[in-house]
C-alpha cells in the first residue's frame, strides 16, 4: 500500500510486559514521528526521527520507552515494563523535510491501540 | 515552548449551519499551521494547511486564513453536512508537529 502501516492494530498485554509496535512509513518520507493518544485526549508527541540525524526524544515519557529506526525505513516503539497509563492509541506519522523546516504534512498510520490488563 | 490552544468541545450544529472551531497558537519563529480531521473509526487526515501569513487554506469546503497579528488559524465552513462530525485538530510545526487537544463536532440531521 501506499499509506503508512502500523502493527498490531490491536495489542492486549498484561502490566509488567515489554510490547514491541512498529511503523513502515511512506517510501521516500525522511521523517517519521510518533504520538500517543490517550482517550479523549490530543496527541502526544513522542519521537522524531529525520534521516540519520540524532532522534528528537523530548517527547518520551519516561526511561521505559524507546525507538529505533533503521536508515529511513522502519521504526519500532519498544515499552518496557509496561503500566496500566500507558494504554493509548500509538500513533506513526510520516513526512517529506525540506531544509529546516517541516512545512510538509504529516501522513498518519491507523495506529495500534495498546490495552494493559 | 510551542502550543496550540483551540476551543473545547462538543460543538453540536444542525446540519447546514456556520461553524467556526477556534485555535490560537503560540511559537517562536514562523510556523506552518494544520488542521487535520479524525472521523469516527478512521486514522488522521489532513484537512488544509497554511504555510505563511495570510494564506488560506480550503478543502471539502473549509477555511483557515493564517493570521500572523492574532496568532489565530479558525477553521469555518458556511454550511455543515452530517458527513462532517469528527474530531478536529488544529496543529502547527517549526521542527516537529504541535498538536492541540482537538474539538468534536457533531452535526444532527
Known amino acids: 500500500g501506499a499509506g503508512v502501516s502500523q502493527s498490531p492494530s490491536n495489542k492486549v498485554t498484561e502490566k509488567g510486559k515489554d510490547v514491541e509496535l512498529r511503523c513502515d512509513p511512506i517510501?521516500?518520507?525522511?521523517?517519521l514521528y510518533w504520538y500517543r493518544q490517550r482517550l479523549g485526549q490530543g496527541l502526544e508527541f513522542l519521537i522524531y526521527?529525520?534521516?540519520?540525524?540524532?532522534?528528537?526524544k523530548s517527547g518520551l515519557p519516561s526511561d521505559r520507552f524507546s525507538a529505533e529506526r533503521t536508515g529511513e525505513s522502519v521504526s519500532t516503539l519498544t515499552i518496557q515494563r509496561t503500566q496500566q497509563e500507558d494504554s493509548a492509541v500509538y500513533l506513526c506519522?510520516?513526512?517529506?523535510?525540506?531544509?529546516?523546516?517541516?512545512?510538509?504534512?504529516?501522513?498518519f498510520g491507523d495506529g495500534t491501540r495498546l490495552s494493559i490488563l | 515552548g510551542d502550543s496550540v490552544t483551540q476551543m473545547e468541545g462538543p460543538v453540536t450544529l444542525s446540519e447546514e449551519a456556520f461553524l467556526t472551531i477556534n485555535c490560537t497558537y503560540t511559537?517562536?519563529?514562523?510556523?506552518?499551521l494544520f488542521w487535520y480531521v479524525q472521523y469516527p473509526g478512521e486514522g488522521l487526515q489532513l484537512l488544509l494547511k497554511?504555510?505563511?501569513?495570510?494564506d488560506k487554506g480550503s478543502n471539502k469546503g473549509f477555511e483557515a486564513t493564517y493570521r500572523k497579528e492574532t496568532t489565530s488559524f479558525h477553521l469555518e465552513k458556511g454550511s455543515v453536512q452530517v458527513s462532517d462530525s469528527a474530531v478536529y485538530f488544529c496543529?502547527?510545526?517549526?521542527?516537529?508537529?504541535?498538536f492541540g487537544t482537538g474539538t468534536r463536532l457533531q452535526v444532527f440531521p
Open positions: 496543529a502547527l510545526t517549526t521542527d516537529k508537529l504541535i
Open positions: 517510501s521516500g518520507h525522511t521523517a
Open positions: 497554511a504555510t505563511k501569513a495570510d
Open positions: 506519522a510520516s513526512s517529506y523535510r525540506t531544509g529546516g523546516r517541516s512545512n510538509q504534512p504529516q501522513h
Open positions: 511559537a517562536t519563529g514562523y510556523p506552518s
Open positions: 526521527f529525520q534521516g540519520n540525524s540524532a532522534p528528537d
